[in-house]
């Protein structure tokens, strides 16, 4: 006669392996550290960045300067208001210590690197144009005129 | 009989964990960099240079407070603009006989737009409370017309497209003989169309 429940008649049924499970969790843990870069700075501004299609790659990370601009976010402190603000080097600065602070940048580098300093405007999408336009002149002053309006890439027209 | 026993299979239940542990730790102390953008150069901080522009050379684009876009007086879709960019740098307004006549122009020669794309200057002016991201469009806008006309430019003289000698320029992999050449022809496409974006003071209001 065929044994139909074979299996009722062990005691138990095996126990599901779950010697995959490190190798998946491996896999992603791998992706994670290539496709992403360690934090140099903590945000203290909200920082969504309009879309642009014909971007160009900021690879060298030696030779920019990041400046972000924002609404500053609610855990960095909460009497700040509701103006965009400016951050560099984990702080917030007023308009006109940009120069300064740029110029502080810029003298880390090297030598040879000065002449190429790329200086990253990294607004958020909330951000209206005055501050940007202040933005551009206190960089034209100290005569850093390479800029780059950071973005995500994406079809321009989701900005509207 | 002994020597038929399976071995004792090792529990590696615990290294999953271990994983997840190092996971959270790359997911916290890291982010996913957005390193593109669009790159722009500035005009130095001086002033005295007044350049004399024809009317018919300038195109102007304007962004007002309510964030509508105006191209030589007329409110017009974001959509449009790319088109209308183009169709003035590639104008080549100059008769047949005339000096700066754009003998690869393709557009349509309209008397009172561009004379030649040497000469066309986009002039993009935007208000003080007119938002970042219209600006950004329309900086895309402006410069996608430059490649692509630059793209064609480039796809008749060497078969390329302009992104790809452009991207095999700072390709490091590229020696330097062949750089040389790609320097060559990124120059010349770019003198065929230089990218003339003028942007104004802001007005206060």
């Known amino acids: 006669m065929i044994k139909f429940n074979k299996y009722r008649s062990s005691k138990s049924l095996p126990p599901v392996s779950t010697a995959s499970l490190p190798d998946i969790v491996f896999i992603l843990l791998f992706f994670f550290m290539t496709v992403t870069v360690m934090k140099n700075q903590n945000l203290l501004v909200e920082n969504t960045l309009p879309t642009a299609t014909e971007t160009e790659k900021l690879d060298k990370k030696d030779r920019v300067i990041e400046i972000y601009v924002g609404k500053p976010t609610n855990d960095s402190n909460t009497n700040l208001g509701d103006e965009p603000r400016i951050q560099m080097d984990n702080k917030f600065i007023t308009v006109d210590e940009v120069g300064d602070y740029a110029l502080q940048a810029l003298s880390s580098m090297p030598e040879h690197l000065k002449s190429v300093a790329t200086v990253s405007i990294k607004a958020d999408v909330g951000v209206k144009m005055g501050i940007i336009e202040d933005l551009k002149s206190e960089l034209r002053v100290v005569n850093l005129l390479k800029i780059n309006y950071t973005t995500y890439e994406g079809a321009a027209e989701d900005n509207l | ?205």
Not at chain 2, 46 to 53: C, G, K, P, R
Not at chain 2, 63 to 85: H, Q, S, T, W, Y
Not at chain 2, 130 to 156: C, F, K, M
Request: aromatic share 8%.
């Open chain 2, 1 to 205: 009989m002994k020597n038929h026993r399976n071995p004792q299979e090792v529990n590696a239940g615990s290294m999953a964990d271990i994983a997840f542990l190092l996971l959270i730790f790359f997911l916290v102390t890291t982010s996913i960099e957005n390193d593109a953008g669009l790159n722009r150069i500035m005009p130095p901080d001086d002033n005295n240079a007044i350049v004399d522009i024809k009317e018919r050379n300038l195109f102007e684009i304007r962004i007002n407070d309510a964030d509508l876009i105006m191209a030589e007086g007329d409110i017009i879709d974001p959509k449009n603009l790319r088109e209308k960019v183009i169709a003035f740098i590639d104008n080549g307004g100059l008769t047949l006989e005339a000096e700066g006549y754009c003998n690869y122009c393709k557009g349509n020669r309209f008397a009172d737009s561009s004379e030649n794309p040497d000469k066309a200057i986009i002039s993009l002016k935007a208000q003080r409370n007119s938002s970042y991201p219209v600006y950004v469009t329309v900086q895309n806008e402006v410069i996608a017309a430059y490649n692509e006309l630059r793209d064609r430019e480039s796809l008749r003289l060497f078969n390329t497209p302009y992104k790809t000698i452009y991207s095999d320029y700072y390709n490091e992999e590229i020696n330097e003989d062949k750089k040389k050449v790609l320097k060559e022809r990124l120059e010349i496409i770019r003198a065929l169309y230089p990218q003339k974006i003028l942007e104004p003071e802001t007005v206060n209001n």
